[in-house]
């Protein structure tokens, strides 16, 4: 029913945020010279091999490829827009991926934008918009077919990276853990806000102050889009040594875009969510007034706002499974809130992660018992519900890491289940390329207040012994007792568990 009310919506929609759009503000953006038919991403697996979305890719990028690096349509000038390695040089406009903060998906959306423009360009085709890699459905946790194989009709395939090893040969990207990427996104797609502070309870990443061009903002922990969906897309793409792993490499691989496309996409389907929300446009002004530096289908330089990128990339696509039309939709007011957190558990001691699996009792502070109990046991009618958040604190990521960890909270003596799985640790990143993480090491937290409340339910309103396991995976391919010969260790400085309680002004 409601689907169904929405769709007839739509159409009206689409000629409403036309007209306001144009009149909004033109200051420094890029102003299209008529206005764009909007297009639909549609889904990889829908496509055979000759659809005309993938004859346009692939033209696209051959012919991108062979333009200079200094040229801004070239492939690798698109690349190192958000990421290059030392050897490639200086330019303004490159290295500006944002990670760890709340421009993740709007920067990346205007990446994405503007990467489409110039293929629809380079292809000659004016329809074309991205498809999108769902990874996150069944049966598509596997690099799409177009992308695998080093040929295509006989020539080189412009879609195929050969830096991925595992990816290409088409088996599933997380053949041995619990978790899943479906799993994971449906984690992301529970949470109730678009940015708190804590990142494992913002699903679009940590508020940081805007930055005035050419100073980029900071970038802090990641969030929940980012960490649980993103991140370890990447790294299982990437393996050991591929592009994909690697931030300062990322965009060479075509695969990529797809994958953005995406997350861009799963932005969309978490607003869909009740009560989910962008910023708030008076109280988060920074967030849409933050601007960043693309080029356009011309090679232009143009300096957009985060206002402006919802914009323009609401007029031009929709995704083929969206019921309405986002980025211009106006977001409720958020109620003010205080949050405050205390400890009320660790695991101790310990020191580090490694190649084989462990297991170690959580324990609880008794000074904090009472409140724990007292707050998991509330009746939130009036108050948010608490949140309880497992976090593992201080990991330093290792120079090359090939693996990645799934993570679990379960009663004592139970084993590690999909019940108990609560998130993974990955290193996508995190490489000391996005600030303060190789020395100080970075904190991977998980919302956990499901799984307490169930085992605490379970066992009759009583808290039971925790237990938190931490089992490491091969990004390479290697199995469990492969991997266990191998020395990989990934000191962290702490596992924690915190209680927030939100209390509405
Ligand atoms: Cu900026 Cu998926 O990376």
Wanted: a positive charge; proline letters at 7%.
């Amino acid at each position: 029913m409601k689907s169904q009310s929405i769709r007839v919506i739509f159409t009206g929609l689409c000629l409403a945020v036309a007209s306001i759009s144009t009149s909004g503000s033109v200051a420094r953006h890029d102003r299209p010279k008529e206005a764009p038919k909007l297009g639909v991403r549609e889904d990889i697996a829908t496509m055979d091999a000759e659809h005309p979305t993938l004859v346009s890719y692939r033209k696209a990028v051959e012919a991108m490829k062979k333009l200079p690096a200094d040229n801004p349509l070239s492939w690798q000038f698109q690349a190192n827009m958000h990421g290059a390695l030392k050897k490639d040089g200086n330019h303004e406009g490159w290295r500006w991926c944002m990670h760890g903060n709340w421009w993740f998906l709007p920067w990346h959306r205007g990446y994405v934008y503007y990467f489409e423009k110039i293929v629809r360009k380079m292809s000659g085709n004016e329809e074309f918009r991205l498809p999108y890699w769902a990874w996150e459905k069944e049966g598509q946790n596997v690099l799409p077919v177009p992308f695998r194989e080093a040929k295509y009709k006989g020539k080189a395939n412009p879609l195929f990276d050969e830096t991925r090893v595992e990816a290409n040969k088409g088996g599933a990207l997380r053949p041995r853990g619990v978790g899943s990427f479906a799993r994971d996104w449906e984690a992301a797609r529970r949470t109730a806000r678009f940015t708190t502070p804590f990142h494992e309870l913002s699903f679009g990443g940590l508020r940081a102050s805007k930055a005035t061009l050419p100073k980029k903002p900071r970038s802090l922990e990641h969030g929940v889009m980012e960490s649980q969906a993103h991140d370890l897309l990447h790294d299982t793409v990437g393996g050991e040594k591929g592009n994909m792993g690697d931030t300062k490499r990322a965009a060479r691989d075509p695969i990529f875009w797809l994958h953005h496309a995406n997350v861009d996409r799963l932005w969309n389907r978490w607003l869909d969510g009740r009560g989910h929300h962008l910023p708030d446009p008076a109280t988060d002004k920074d967030w849409y007034d933050q601007e960043f530096p693309f080029y356009n289908e011309e090679g232009k330089k143009v300096v957009v706002s985060v206002r402006k990128i919802l914009d323009l990339a609401a007029r031009e696509y929709r995704y083929d499974d969206e019921r309405r039309i986002f980025g211009a939709a106006k977001p409720e007011k958020e109620k003010p809130m205080e949050q405050k957190v205390v400890s009320v558990g660790a695991v101790r001691p310990m020191l580090k992660l490694g190649t084989r699996p462990f297991t170690k009792g959580l324990v609880l502070a008794e000074e904090s018992r009472p409140r724990f109990m007292a707050a998991l046991k509330a009746d939130a009618t009036d108050v948010e519900p608490p949140a309880v958040l497992l976090r593992v604190e201080g990991i330093k990521p290792p120079k090359e890491a090939p693996l990645a960890f799934e993570v679990f909270l379960a009663k004592k003596g139970e084993k590690p289940s999909p019940r108990s799985y609560v998130g993974a640790i990955s290193f996508f990143g995190r490489r000391g390329d996005h600030g303060h993480e190789e020395k100080e090491g970075f904190t991977q937290g998980f919302d956990v207040t499901e799984v307490v409340q169930r085992l605490r339910t379970a066992n009759r309103g009583e808290l039971p012994e925790l237990e938190v396991s931490v089992i490491p995976h091969s990004t390479a391919g290697l199995t469990a007792a492969e991997l266990a010969k191998t020395e990989i260790e990934v000191p962290i400085s702490n596992i924690t568990l915190k209680l927030v309680t939100v209390d509405k002004k």
